[in-house]
């Protein structure tokens, strides 16, 4: 079943029993209580208390919708098989109050009056049995088991959940799992609301539905009183359902996001499938993100923006990726989203917004480089003015801080400065609990922290010595010679380059050999942009396989006016100043990769 057919299924049944199709409100909500929408719920959140009369709105007590959804918590598990900052939400909805059928709570009433949990769970497992087709035999749920009568606010077991799904739908008692409060309760969204317990659904062991039932309000003291139009709120991970339908366990396998997986490996052929799915789902988010009226910054959500697409400039260092992949990450989601939103056709700006930050990211490295040089001595202090006013990840600050840090060895060094941020992140997090109650999310990172254990300063010498590779192998072994991928962390470079036979020894030689002589000549490195078209005739080089906007960027090596130009390539940066930063270039080995492919592994003394 294509995800496609899943939307519209979902659709078509609950409009069928008397639901309003709601579209998507935006990834910025309004509640200020919540720093961006993470679940269906939150735009129908006045109507569940009262303030709102979805009747007169929507002309039913029923909705139904697919909500974006964007969740701060999930950024750092990105890369596994199931976590997505951005995602969609699948939801039906009642809000009170209820108006019960002649014998209680009736599933065959398709008016639009509220029901309740008995209604809801049988829709439930109509559509997963029916609908979707999923045996039965593969299905548990679970239920709100109650909490201890001794704790404060405490909820009892949900007894008549059991009761429907054992004693009316028939589900032994072995496939009903009693949950505690962290599992089966949730809510509210923000600091006050509406909450209460759920039951969850399970396919395999994966939970794919949760249903709320919301029989209680939260106040903004921690108090829990009943509810006085008890509502449900159902929700359901589209791209998690979707991977159980396609019978495949990881969601960047489903066709949500396959052709943009692939769409990446073609920027980054052989590249860590870790990485290839961090990009995916940062740019997919980013783009969404940034269509719903989002401005990266350094406050609120545009730091969560900011931190996004800095992520994603620096995987683009690591991985050498050349080309620019903004351009076409736009052009695809508008492509296979914009029917379903809209906001997705404003592309150009969508782009533009974007590529600013690229200039940015590029700027904060080039500056806080810069004046990290000015230190003859680097304290605790000094290392968080640098972290703080430009946006340098600690991990590039430690570099130059061992070799300028009197008195104190790395240990006592990273303590010191982990006091430091402690005390700065208090701060923080004091202002952002006063604007957002205590729910919003205050990020303990720097701007830069995307490259996560990577050490930027190495990574870019190892970047731009991957210029200066391909440039000498061109040299020994032939202009047929182009690079076809590699991969940089902080401590080597993996170079793939297209060869049909294995190096000798004394080519390896004269290749390290002419690289160190460049390095040794101090030339300069810096960019131009220049149309495609200009870029391709003066020769530059262009990554394998990638595909490049009409205005490109073109890293230079060398100045042609002194007649020692030696390397023009389309690159989107950031580099070192000059060929002396990298350092004494050492090439470990040469094997090959596959058919007329080799790869070299080097590293920088």
């Not at 049988?122 to 029916?130: M, N, R």
């Not at 990881?250 to 590249?271: A, L, Q, R």
Request: include cysteine.
């Amino acid at each position: 079943m294509t995800s496609e057919q899943i939307r519209q299924k979902f659709f078509d049944f609950f409009e069928k029993r008397g639901h309003k199709i709601v579209s998507s409100s935006s990834l910025i909500p309004d509640d200020p209580s919540v720093l961006l929408t993470t679940a269906g719920m939150q735009q129908f959140k006045k109507y569940y208390i009262g303030e709102l009369n979805a009747s007169k709105d929507f002309g039913s007590q029923r909705t139904v919708s697919i909500q974006k959804c964007f969740r701060t918590s999930d950024i750092e598990e990105v890369g596994d098989n199931t976590h997505l900052t951005f995602f969609e939400m699948l939801g039906n909805f009642s809000f009170g109050p209820i108006v019960p059928s002649a014998d209680g709570d009736n599933p065959k009433d398709f008016g639009t009056s509220g029901y309740f949990k008995r209604v809801a769970i049988f829709w439930a497992y109509e559509f997963v049995t029916e609908v979707l087709e999923i045996n039965s035999e593969r299905i548990t749920v679970s239920i709100f088991g109650g909490d201890s009568e001794k704790i404060e606010n405490s909820v009892p077991f949900d007894e008549q959940s059991y009761n429907i799904w054992h004693k009316e739908m028939g589900l032994p008692k072995d496939k009903i799992i009693c949950g505690k409060r962290e599992d089966n309760f949730w809510g509210p969204t923000g600091d006050e609301g509406p909450c209460g317990p759920t039951t969850e659904i399970y396919v395999d062991g994966i939970e794919i539905w949760n249903l709320v039932f919301n029989e209680y309000y939260r106040e903004k003291n921690g108090r829990l009183r009943k509810a006085e139009n008890p509502g449900i709120d159902t929700g359901m991970g589209f791209e998690r359902l979707t991977a159980v339908l396609q019978g495949v366990d990881d969601v960047f396998e489903t066709d949500i996001f396959k052709d943009f997986v692939f769409k990446i490996n073609e920027f980054i052929p052989g590249g860590e499938r870790k990485i290839v799915k961090i990009l995916a789902d940062h740019l997919k988010a980013s783009i969404f993100l940034t269509a719903d009226g989002i401005r990266p910054s350094n406050k609120e959500a545009g730091y969560i923006l900011r931190r996004l697409l800095r992520r994603i400039l620096a995987y683009s260092v690591k991985c050498d990726i050349h080309a620019d992949l903004f351009p076409e990450s736009v052009d695809f989601m508008k492509a296979k989203f914009s029917r379903f939103y809209p906001e997705l056709n404003n592309a150009k700006t969508i782009l533009a917004v974007l590529e600013e930050e690229r200039l940015k990211f590029q700027e904060a490295i080039g500056k806080g480089l810069k004046e990290m040089k000015k230190y003859d001595e680097i304290g605790v202090k000094e290392a968080f003015y640098l972290y703080e006013t430009f946006g340098l990840p600690f991990e590039l600050i430690k570099e130059l801080a061992r070799q300028k840090v009197k008195n104190l060895n790395k240990g006592e060094f990273e303590k010191e400065f982990a006091k430091e941020f402690e005390g700065h992140q208090e701060i923080s997090r004091a202002g952002a609990e006063k604007k957002f109650g205590g729910h919003g999310l205050v990020l303990n990172t720097g701007e830069l922290k995307a490259v996560n254990e990577e050490e930027m300063k190495k990574v870019i010498r190892f970047h731009t010595a991957t210029h200066l590779l391909q440039w000498s192998l061109r040299e020994v072994l032939g202009k047929d010679v182009r690079q076809t991928g590699s991969d940089i962390n902080a401590e080597r470079l993996r170079f793939d380059f297209s060869f049909n036979r294995k190096m000798t020894a004394e080519e390896i030689k004269k290749v390290e050999d002419l690289a160190n002589e460049k390095i040794n000549e101090n030339l300069p490195v810096y960019f131009k942009e220049m149309s495609k078209s200009d870029a391709e005739k003066i020769g530059a080089l262009a990554f394998f396989k990638a595909k490049y906007p009409d205005v490109v960027k073109v890293y230079f090596i060398g100045a042609e006016e002194k007649g020692n130009l030696i390397s023009a390539e389309f690159c989107g940066g950031p580099h070192i100043n000059n060929t002396s930063e990298i350092g004494k270039f050492k090439i470990l080995k040469e094997e090959a990769v596959a058919a007329g492919i080799r790869r070299i592994r080097a590293i920088i003394e």
